[in-house]
């Protein structure tokens, strides 16, 4: 095909196809932002009932239009009992000796990795609650997860183990002790555990491309934080939170937006097409989120003086 998919240079090509990797980032986020959700709800009912409505409404709403569009409609992924896998979020964690079709349609092997660690967490910080033993729980889950995948691979693939959350754990990890640093003021601890937990991750095995991109995110979110960077505009501070609201709705929307791209700007100027898949991405996003998201998270949002 001409255009989008095959024009770009082979480094953009690269770089896009490390995009997967990028979802460390994401994962990292959660960890670093999940203490204080937990910190500020009441109860773990008000914890899980706040994930639960953010979460779960778009998410089946994203799952019934890939099954209509995909399985019904274009017949790119087939009719089969183990789309039932994806409504519990089982498709991470039912073992496989292949890397089957569900599990990886469309954003649906990172969402099981969100949901389990969002239910754990409140959990993990009854123990974790300072840089310290942030430091210590993300070195040694860094070091055992090498040893952790060996046994993984008597009964399941490389590819299913390398996404696993269980293999992936330390990621969210790195978000927390980034939010303790940070909160602590320990910058340069930080940076010195970050480089120790790199050296006995290597050593102990751990080569996998989401500790690399986690740890460096991770560096550079902490070496970032010591120059007390501060935006005060308000128009930068609008755009951010703006972004940061329509963020869920797009990751969600962004396969059928490849996929419209794919069969509408496909022949166009492989930079032009990459413009327009992110002007869509965004203004698609914005939609939902505007339409869709927002206003049902809110119908449902339990008033706290009720």
């Known amino acids: 095909m001409n255009g989008y998919l095959t024009q770009p240079p082979a480094a953009i090509n690269k770089l896009f196809s490390l995009g997967a990797y ?19 709800s009441k109860s773990i009912k008000e914890y899980a009932y706040k ?17 209509i569009l995909d399985a019904l409609i274009l017949k790119d992924l087939p009719i089969s009992w183990e789309w039932l896998y994806h409504i519990p979020f089982l498709n991470m964690f039912v073992p496989s000796q292949e890397w089957q079709w569900w599990n990886s349609v469309n954003f649906f092997w990172t969402m099981p990795a969100f949901v389990a660690w969002y239910i754990i967490s409140p959990f993990i910080f ?27 691979y008597y009964f399941a693939s490389e590819q299913f183990v390398n996404w696993n959350f269980f293999c992936l754990l330390y990621v969210f990890l790195f978000g927390v002790l980034a939010c303790f640093v940070i909160q602590e003021s320990k910058k340069v601890y930080g940076i010195l555990s970050g480089v120790g937990i790199g050296i006995l991750g290597l050593i102990c095995g751990n080569k996998s491309g989401f500790f690399a991109f986690g740890l ?3 560096l550079c979110i902490v070496a970032v934080s010591c120059f007390n960077i501060r935006f005060e505009s308000t128009r930068f501070k609008n ?14 929307s962004h396969y059928f937006i490849l996929k419209l791209c794919n069969r509408v700007i496909s022949n166009l100027y492989w930079p032009v097409a990459y413009i327009g898949f992110i002007v869509m991405a965004l203004g698609i996003g914005y ?3 505007r339409f869709v998201e927002n206003p ?4 449902l949002r339990v008033n706290p003086q009720t």
């Open 287 to 289: 939609v939902l989120w």
């Open 239 to 252: 755009t951010i939170k703006a972004l940061s609201n329509i963020t869920y709705s797009v990751y969600l």
């Open 51 to 67: 994930k639960a409505i953010r979460i779960l409404p778009m998410y089946y709403l994203s799952l019934v239009c890939t099954f």
């Open 126 to 152: 009854k123990y974790i609650n300072n840089a310290k033993k942030a430091t210590l729980v993300t070195m040694c889950t860094v070091c055992i997860t090498p040893f952790l995948k060996k046994w993984m």
């Open 296 to 299: 049902v998270a809110n119908f």
């Open 216 to 218: 460096a995110f991770y």
């Open 22 to 40: 990028g979802v460390a980032l994401y994962f990292l986020i959660s960890g670093y932002f999940s203490y204080a959700s937990v910190k500020n």
